[in-house]
């Protein structure tokens, strides 16, 4: 790697930084109309430029082979005309959302006169700094652009010619819809020292969110001195209360721990409750083994499921990301809540009972995101929420938390109208 | 000033993180009128021990004079039976405000039956790194009491023993009413290796809310991996635009200027259209000298204000906080948006004008907080904007923009009720 000295660090940041903010400035005088136009012309150049996309994602691949990378990473890294068309579609969906930006969210009269409304803006400018999924590329440009935000790209060196083939024709779509093209700016140099010092660059970025493992976000939440908004890791549990419906119980866990590994709303780890642990663990141990999930327990689990490792309490607190889940008895509810409020990432957890006041219980003292009564967790998505989108989801309480679309992209600003009012 | 081993700050910080993690929970399970009962009571003890609280604020006092700290700064951290009077009442005034905490902000149905509400709750835990007003200990404790926050406080040394007496007797007063007392700590080591790490508490302290200077702020920001939001430096301006009723303009810029300098959401820099100039600033320049004002313009102003000193570069991005105000002349309303959107800190700017395309045109593009038409800039207030609380102006965008009340120092979760969906 060529080494770049920090005064070409600052001059690279300084251009990209004021780019966007000139760019910022265009996208916050579009209408929704301009806006959803120029996706739809994205999503057809996508399209139509389906080639030069497989071409440069050729490069990556062959590339990421060389170094031996993983088969699920390799998969994930990998474009196929099918996934350029899904790459489109998802473009053309966020056209079709309703455009969050200058939504007056509340209007009040003080008794001096003054008129205040509280209405709905851009952040300004977005960074976005992610792993090897060249998908992200358009669709951070999507739900970025859709809310008025100009887009800085920090993505992984692995998909670095994808990104930037995407990044390009992204760009001439707006070029021929006579739109700054700074809308999406990419990230070309993949020094390290520019990606942390992209993360200080407060006066020109309004937010940073960073998606991909728990490694990624730890590096921006150390060094960042621009807002960061945190996605991702979860360490999600299933609690199966004493008054659980037993029939609902094995589904729910399946579906947690095994419709998708890998992900942050999987089940990593199952609470059981000690009166019913006879009756539901042999089944559930049966249908988790089927599904070739390694089971780490304690010894009450280990009695009724023989084929169950034994969970050291490091267990307790691994996003496992594969199919492996601990399960652990308890006495109560009580230990149950207080189990998961030490363990869990703030992200998904669940309650499975029929008894309302004890799932009220749980809804409340629970500290996470998003808290289930008889569901899945695997629930905690966007999409699945109604949302139209998903940029991540916030396992923070500040701004945004949970599932995030369009209106977690923005901000507001209050508009005060006056007539001459002086403060007394 | 004894120095501190890392070990000792770690367990130091570790167990105050404890404490409050534990009040935290009491505090979420408390209902409005417990909060208010102890609201109250923490006024009327603050009352009863006004002596304790007098005599600790003289020791700071006695030092604070020996280290020759300035007249201002003096009186800010004098306490008497009055200010004493006005923290209770500050007090009072919180418990009478509605309570955010349990809000259903938004309700919906899913097709495959899923109920989700979005439920205002508490932040958690709430870090505020403050000056040496010691009211901002009974302030902040009130504020995040009531949203059912634990709050860790930081004062500055020069208000330690001020602060110390004021979080004793509010202990005192939650033991009495049968609360944790952890729901208020005061951070007892001044050293700064003790509040650097403090700001790296993530495990502990959901959020950190710096009150302060510039240069405090900016150690936070720099310095925290706790997500923070960032209050106060206003380099707020007042255009004056060529459709400004004159009449309306020399008193607003005179209160906005004048009325209290030292503060955040005073005017520090005036834009007048060119073709105005001649008409308004003779006057304004003498309305302005008679408040002892000290004007820096540009050559054109300082043709109409003789008086005026010439404005460097830097004047323009200058919070004063004093009696002195940039003076500039622009050419158009285009010019004194850029000129606003360059210089200023994202806090307050108003446009004086009587056409409504143009005060529009102001408000849409000017990037700040708050943006007023015809009106002082000293209204961005909690108080003023009839939150019936302030615990800062947020200059950034990310969870809070401008005056912060009760709700701002919420954050929300999602509860999911189902009856055994999963995910397909």
Do not use: W
């Not at 094995?250 to 998708?260: C, L, S």
């Not at 000690?274 to 049966?286: F, T």
């Amino acid at each position: 790697m060529e080494s770049i000295s920090a005064a070409e660090i600052d001059e690279y940041l300084t251009q990209l930084g004021t780019k966007a903010q000139i760019a910022k400035t265009v996208l916050r005088g579009l209408d929704t109309a301009q806006k959803n136009r120029a996706l739809a012309r994205a999503a057809e150049m996508l399209v139509q430029e389906s080639e030069r996309l497989l071409l440069a994602n050729e490069k990556d691949y062959v590339r990421a082979k060389e170094n031996d990378m993983a088969e699920g990473l390799l998969d994930r890294l990998k474009l196929t005309t099918a996934r350029i068309e899904a790459m489109a579609e998802g473009l053309r969906q966020i056209a079709t959302l309703p455009d969050p930006v200058g939504e007056v969210m509340e209007s009040f009269d003080r008794p001096n006169g003054l008129h205040i409304e509280k209405v709905r803006v851009p952040m300004g400018v977005t960074g976005i700094i992610y792993e090897a999924r060249p998908n992200v590329t358009a669709d951070a440009f999507g739900l970025c652009f859709k809310t008025g935000n100009a887009v800085i790209l920090k993505g992984g060196r692995d998909a670095f010619y994808s990104n930037q083939a995407i990044t390009e024709v992204i760009r001439e779509a707006l070029e021929e819809e006579g739109i700054d093209k700074n809308a999406i700016q990419l990230m070309e140099k993949n020094d390290r020292a520019v990606t942390t010092a992209f993360m200080k660059l407060k006066e020109y970025v309004d937010v940073l969110i960073p998606r991909g493992g728990a490694g990624l976000i730890r590096s921006v939440v150390e060094n960042s001195t621009v807002p960061v908004i945190e996605t991702g890791t979860g360490n999600c549990h299933i609690y199966i209360d004493e008054a659980a419906d037993l029939t609902k119980a094995v589904p729910i866990v399946i579906n947690a721990k095994t419709q998708r590994i890998g992900v942050c709303n999987a089940c990593e780890s199952l609470l059981v409750h000690e009166k019913i642990a006879e009756r539901i663990l042999p089944a559930l141990g049966k249908a988790l083994l089927e599904k070739q999930v390694e089971i780490r327990g304690d010894e009450t689990v280990r009695e009724q499921i023989p084929e169950a490792q034994a969970a050291t309490e490091e267990d307790y607190g691994r996003e496992y990301l594969d199919l492996v889940l601990s399960v652990k008895t308890v006495g109560s509810l009580e230990e149950a809540i207080a189990h998961i409020n030490k363990y869990n990432t703030g992200h998904s957890d669940a309650i499975l009972t029929e008894d309302q006041a004890r799932a009220q219980k749980f809804l409340r003292e629970v500290d996470s995101a998003c808290v289930y009564v008889n569901a899945s967790t695997r629930f905690t998505d966007g999409f699945e929420f109604g949302f139209g989108a998903e940029i991540g989801i916030s396992t923070q309480k500040l701004h945004a938390r949970g599932p995030m679309g369009l209106r977690e992209l923005t901000s507001y600003k209050y508009q005060v109208t006056g007539n001459g009012q002086v403060r007394p």
